[in-house]
């Protein structure tokens, strides 16, 4: 029987060519804030010329929406895939919230540069606030959650995560238990009970670590 062989499959050279420069950019900003990021930094780290960047982005800004894109939706995609079946909010937000810290654990470069390029791309925010608003708002219909304020409690949700993300690159949460206790305390300022937030939040911790 003849052997098949398989092609590998490569992207459109334009294609290829943003992808280089995005991976550029991400690798600098794992090291250096996004904002005092040049263009001439990333051409170089690219190994392409500033003329060839201004073909694929007009300015930096647009460059850091893209990276924002790039870090924080595949993963959020990634975290909805996971819990399709779940319909309680409460576990949902567990869940996306618990897949953040996993990844940051997993690859601190990701966890850099989402640091970094969030503080200069507005755009992050609205990615990351709009799944964990539709399942808090999803937990306050169900009774779950009390909240006089959806903005106050979006805040206190990616703020926690952010600080928990830099306690994890920063050396200061090497226990995994901190991931669970963090979750919890969230739950807990929501109106979850401590044995009902403890609960949801080793839950999640124990399905998000289970998948490879």
């Given at each position: 029987m003849?052997?098949?062989k398989?092609?590998?499959v490569l992207?459109?050279?334009?294609?290829?060519?943003?992808?280089q420069?995005?991976?550029a950019?991400l690798?600098?900003?794992a090291?250096?804030?996004?904002?005092?990021?040049?263009?001439?930094?990333?051409s170089?780290?690219?190994?392409?010329?500033?003329?060839t960047?201004?073909n694929?982005f007009k300015t930096?800004?647009?460059?850091l929406?893209a990276?924002?894109?790039?870090?924080?939706?595949?993963?959020?995609?990634?975290?909805?895939?996971l819990i399709?079946?779940i319909?309680?909010g409460?576990e949902?937000?567990?869940?996306g919230?618990m897949t953040?810290l996993?990844?940051?654990r997993?690859?601190?470069?990701w966890?850099?540069?989402?640091?970094r390029?969030?503080?200069?791309?507005?755009?992050?925010?609205e990615?990351?606030?709009?799944q964990?608003?539709?399942?808090?708002?999803?937990?306050v219909?169900?009774?779950?959650?009390i909240?006089?304020?959806?903005?106050?409690?979006?805040?206190?949700?990616?703020?926690?995560?952010?600080?928990?993300?830099?306690?994890?690159l920063?050396?200061?949460?090497?226990k995994?238990s901190?991931?669970?206790?963090?979750?919890?305390?969230v739950?807990?300022a929501?109106?979850?009970?401590?044995?009902?937030?403890?609960?949801?939040s080793q839950?999640?911790?124990?399905?998000?670590w289970?998948?490879k």
């Amino acid at each position: 029987m003849a052997r098949i062989k398989h092609r590998k499959v490569l992207l459109p050279k334009r294609e290829r060519t943003r992808a280089q420069i995005m991976s550029a950019a991400l690798r600098l900003f794992a090291v250096k804030d996004a904002g005092e990021t040049s263009i001439a930094e990333v051409s170089a780290e690219a190994e392409v010329a500033n003329g060839t960047f201004y073909n694929y982005f007009k300015t930096k800004e647009e460059l850091l929406e893209a990276s924002a894109l790039a870090l924080a939706e595949a993963l959020v995609e990634k975290s909805a895939q996971l819990i399709p079946e779940i319909t309680d909010g409460a576990e949902r937000m567990a869940y996306g919230g618990m897949t953040f810290l996993k990844k940051a654990r997993e690859d601190m470069n990701w966890g850099w540069a989402l640091i970094r390029v969030a503080a200069a791309a507005p755009r992050m925010s609205e990615i990351l606030r709009a799944q964990p608003l539709k399942d808090m708002q999803k937990a306050v219909k169900a009774g779950k959650f009390i909240i006089e304020s959806e903005e106050a409690a979006l805040g206190l949700y990616i703020g926690a995560l952010h600080y928990g993300i830099r306690n994890i690159l920063e050396g200061r949460a090497k226990k995994y238990s901190h991931d669970i206790e963090l979750i919890a305390l969230v739950l807990r300022a929501y109106g979850l009970s401590g044995k009902a937030s403890n609960n949801v939040s080793q839950k999640a911790f124990d399905r998000v670590w289970a998948v490879k």
